[in-house]
């Protein structure tokens, strides 16, 4: 367990305590790196299920710059799964980050048509593709399904810390179903969606299932004008909370969690002596992206 304690003047005016989980750090293999943050907690389960099917193969879906292909491709050389990539949009070469490194660790990178990609979850075409590279264990775009918020409700089961509010940021937000319910109907859950539009409260609902829970919330006001968006204001931010605190956030996910949980102290939406506790996700490779503008270097050096 791997929480440290975020202090400022804001929070100490607020009254408020801020802890961060570091599930960045997370290495379930040690000589693997790449395998870290909520993407392997999300597959953790469906590997075991997978191994259980007596799968050899897994396949998914996601965009050209996306954590869980990244994740995908690292999980599958560390357990001798093959890997199968099918990527939204055209091949662009030389590869980007993501890719290079998805195809390093052995995965086979498709590339689907955005018209073919909208597909992915219709039955006949997931024949097809059986038809096409064989028996595979599915996992679908962002890792989300059952098995998934069973791993991401651990975060949650091994905690041994006192705190009243979690937060984390939310993509399928199933990583926040997972937290929900691993809280069990205790404390409160605070979710950071990064995507515009207000399709996520139903799809957790979904997620959730008959366990309905009323102790969790969206904060949906902090996605800086929709996914992998941001500006100049959020890059400044998780620059400078490099420098007060030593915590690299990446400008898809966790660095939007942090801006808008300082936004909401500020605020005063916390009452004094409230314990939060936010998780950093991960999704550093992210910043691989950035290399034009070198961010990452500058602010890893
Ligand atoms: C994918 C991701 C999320 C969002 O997870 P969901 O379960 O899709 O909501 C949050 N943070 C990071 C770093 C991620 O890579």
Redesign the pocket.
């Known amino acids: 367990m791997n929480i440290t304690e975020i202090k400022n003047t804001l929070l100490e005016e607020a009254e408020v305590r801020l802890f961060v989980k570091r599930e960045d750090l997370n290495r379930p293999f040690p000589d693997n790196p790449a395998v870290s943050?909520?993407?392997w907690r999300?597959l953790k389960y469906n590997l075991f299920q997978a191994k259980k099917e007596r799968q050899d193969t897994l396949l998914t879906f996601g965009g050209a710059y996306s954590?869980?292909i990244h994740a995908v491709a690292a999980v599958g050389k560390s357990t001798n799964f093959k890997t199968i990539g099918l990527i939204r949009g055209e091949e662009t070469l030389p590869l980007n980050p993501t890719l290079e490194f998805a195809k390093q660790q052995g995965m086979r990178i498709h590339y689907l048509d955005r018209q073919t990609y909208r597909k992915k979850h219709q039955l006949n075409f997931l024949e097809d593709l059986k038809e096409r590279f064989g028996r595979f264990y599915l996992l679908p775009e962002?890792g989300?399904n059952q098995l998934a918020l069973e791993g991401c409700a651990e975060m949650v089961d091994e905690l041994d810390f006192d705190f009243d509010v979690i937060a984390?940021?939310?993509?399928?937000?199933?990583?926040?179903a997972g937290i929900i319910k691993g809280l069990k109907g205790e404390k409160k859950a605070l979710g950071f969606p990064v995507l515009k539009g207000n399709f996520l409260q139903k799809e957790i609902e979904q997620l959730l299932g008959t366990e309905s829970f009323q102790n969790w919330k969206l904060e949906p006001d902090y996605h800086f004008g929709g996914y992998a968006r941001f500006d100049e204001t959020l890059l400044k931010f998780i620059e400078q909370f490099k420098v007060n605190h030593n915590i690299l956030l990446?400008p898809?996910?966790?660095g939007k969690l942090f801006f808008g949980i300082f936004d909401l102290v500020e605020k005063q939406v916390f009452t004094p002596k409230t314990r939060l506790l936010a998780i950093h996700?991960?999704?550093l490779q992210g910043w691989g992206g950035f290399n034009k503008r070198n961010k990452f270097n500058e602010l890893t050096n």
């Open positions: 943050g909520n993407k999300k954590n869980h962002g989300t984390c940021a939310c993509g399928t937000g199933g990583t926040l990446d898809i996910y966790t996700t991960g999704g």
